[in-house]
């Protein structure tokens, strides 16, 4: 027997029972947000992280994980809403397995450049470096930072990104992983700005 769910307006979600005779159980994450379901042989991963309010990560996160990503994934879409922490330290993207987060291998770099022609930019090997141009924390990120197994545990990584209102930040790197990919965390260079703004959401194929 199918369970048919109706959307609101149109469209509508279908669960059907398995062929193969077994019991088995769907278990939804204890996140409350939007549900994205990504990619062929797809499962559910928690959505968003903002909650809603007017203050969603409510100043008390130093760092966005999100765990449990399938053995099978190749690419890994981390999508910013404008976001923004309560500090001027750059923004990371780090790379994790079983063993945990790792802060080390990686090579990484980030640039900007404003409406004016100013650049500037920095490097890191302790993630995919996201620089943050703003003086004064007040950055409002809004971009996708792209993340694609290339072979093995090799992981390549691309991201385009508006800051503030008048500048844009490019970003590249790599990062061979001592195992499995199954987690991906936001944070920042010093790992005490916390997040004050935004949303943040990933998507994976």
Do not use: C
């Not at 409350?32 to 992280?49: D, L, R, Y």
């Amino acid at each position: 027997m199918s369970i048919v769910l109706l959307g609101s307006t149109s469209g509508s979600i279908t669960l059907s029972e398995p062929a193969v005779a077994g019991t088995n159980t769907l278990s939804l994450p204890a996140v409350t947000g939007t549900f994205v379901i990504a990619g062929q042989n797809s499962a559910i991963t928690a959505g968003t992280v903002n909650a809603g309010g007017t203050n969603p990560f409510n100043n008390t996160l130093t760092s966005v994980d999100f765990t449990g990503i399938p053995s099978w994934v190749k690419r890994i879409t981390v999508v910013f809403n404008e976001v923004s922490s309560s500090g001027t330290s750059n923004f990371l993207v780090q790379l994790g397995d079983s063993g945990g987060i790792e802060n080390t291998g990686y090579v990484s770099t980030s640039n900007y450049t404003n409406q004016a022609s100013t650049t500037g930019g920095s490097n890191s090997t302790a993630g995919y470096l996201l620089f943050n141009s703003a003086s004064t924390g007040a950055a409002l990120i809004s971009g996708t930072y792209t993340l694609v197994n290339i072979s093995g545990n090799i992981w390549i990584g691309s991201g385009v990104h508006k800051i503030i209102t008048t500048q844009v930040i490019f970003s590249g790197g790599s990062k061979t992983l001592s195992d499995v990919l199954t987690q991906v965390r936001i944070t920042t260079v010093n790992g005490t700005d916390t997040f004050d703004a935004g949303s943040i959401n990933i998507l994976y194929e």
